[in-house]
């Protein structure tokens, strides 16, 4: 189990991290979602000891492991670039921690040829051994990255945005195998991402990081259809986030999904339902989905989902005013400022 | 189109400034084959190499004294590595340490950077004025040494520095982080990636040390290095002996120049997947 305590880390005068309390459990593949420069990766170069924290303690099953030079971490990292040796082919890249790290390293060769062809069958790549690094698709780079690592046993894996440098249909199928991969090995994964979908499909539970702090760590269905705050909620992109006052439900802000809110002419709301007005300004088509964008009267942007196979807005005009409506259940409030 | 122009007018004003560059060396080449009773200018009188065979003493002695190189060649030869090792292993540190920033490494680039930009002559007296006040010997591995490696480092920094620039640091982290320790990092990745700058840097303190003329001049006391000797006995008397020793120099400035050539492209071989991984 990892455990950060009040971690904090800046930079001169900006706040990367500010008091950062999260847990990775045994065994799970845990998402970290959070914007771009919301200090995703300044809190796993914290973990893996490339960089110190200012402030907090990070400590492994409760040994402390902040202060620690990262060789003696036993910490996997698999970087976005992937960071693989140039120098040397696709087995030196595996052995390469087996053969030289400071502790255990392996003499034996038959055993350190053993284990790195297990490790490439693990991730797909039996018989590309002997090729150079350079010679091999991006995805099988990304394979080859997650083999270095994986080989060592560390006892925590972290994942730098491991799915950014691949194209989409690549990313869908390494999904699947990242998950894969980690079950059949039980150890724990925390990924980094800045992509919600991403976030909920690959995690066992997903944290939000944003301004600096955890918002919310839960399992995806509980953070995506209850989210505990207003950042939470606009992480998930997938929740309108306005003042109660519009609709008249009390004061701070409150949140509707994209998919539960309808749209009518004004006047004709059906009974029981919260509702306010808005000026649609555009659509855009997605292909399974379809958005569409309001302004409302304070100059929030309202955005309302509509799935192909049950269409249920009405034909709207653009720069007409509307009635958006939803069931006063479908609403989350949120305590205190956004 | 202005091509048609630019390109032959370009064309014309490179031939002409190669042959500028190189007409000196062409002329001391083709003077290198005149004849026993020629001397060292036009006309030829007659092909020959005898002055090559004068040079390598395998001449039968005449009125012209051999050239008295052979000592002063290998000080210059032994000098110049000695110089190359040092120059580097120090330039590859500093480098190293300007990686990150540290509190004074403006001062300490521009100290460094000092070595190259003070003219040699002055750095050659006061070394030697220096040396007599302290009672220290002049010589070419002591006093020499010191400001050849003086010199030559800067070089090697600034060729390192280059490279660290475009290094990319997660190799390094991704071999700390499989539990291997910095100094094996170093060995075993950083190293082997870097080593086509340690390559150059090594060529620059290398030639830079071998015809290094003003810091020598002052400090190499009474043994001295190849440039000294060559422009001794010049200063008496010219005979193309000393052309036909040009060319042979020349020759293992080129062999160094091949053997480097293909080391590099060995390993820029390799330095061209490292770009193509990024590219992915």
Known sequence: MLTL????????????LDGVN????????????????????????LIAGFEEPDRGEIAINGERIDGQPSHLRDIGFVFQNFALFPHLSVSENVAFGLRHRTHDALKNETEIKDRTEAALELVGLTGFGHRAVSAISGGQRQR???ARTLVCEPRIVLLDEPLGALDANLRARMCDELKAIRERLGVSFLHVTGSETEALTMGDKVAVLADGKIMQSDTPDLLFNQPMNAEAARHLNAWNIFDAG????????????????DVCAEGQVPEGRLTLGAKYLTGEFNGPTALSFFRADDGTLLQIIDHLSQPRLPQLDEGARYALHFAPDALRQFHGAA | MESRILRPTLALYTVAFLLFLYGP????????????????QFPIRDWSIYWYQHLLGMAETSRVSQLPVGDSLIRSIILAFMTT?????LGVMSAEAFRTKFKGSGPAFYLIILGMMVPGVLV?????????????ARAWWGTSFVLHVVYTYPFAFLVMLAIFNRFDRTVEEASLSLGVSPAQTFRRVTFPIIFPGVLSAMLFSFTLSYDEFARTLFTAGRDLTLPLAIYGTFSVEIYPNIFAFGVLTTLFSFTLLVIYGLLMKR???KAARFTGQEDA
């Open chain 1, 5 to 16: 305590t009040r971690v904090s880390r800046r930079y001169g005068d900006t706040v990367a």
């Open chain 1, 22 to 45: 999260f847990t990775v459990p045994e065994n799970t593949y845990m998402s970290l979602l959070g914007a771009s420069g919301a200090g995703k990766t300044t809190l796993l170069r």
């Open chain 1, 144 to 146: 080859v990255a997650l």
């Open chain 1, 246 to 261: 519009l609709c008249g439900a009390g004061q701070g802000q409150i949140a509707v999904r994209f998919d539960q809110i």
């Open chain 2, 25 to 40: 060396m062409i002329v001391l080449a083709i003077l290198s084959f005149q004849s026993i009773d020629g001397g060292p």
């Open chain 2, 85 to 89: 090792v040092v120059s580097t292993v």
């Open chain 2, 124 to 136: 050659g007296l006061g070394m030697a004025l220096l040396s007599n006040t302290l009672g220290i």
């Open chain 2, 267 to 269: 390993f820029t071989a």
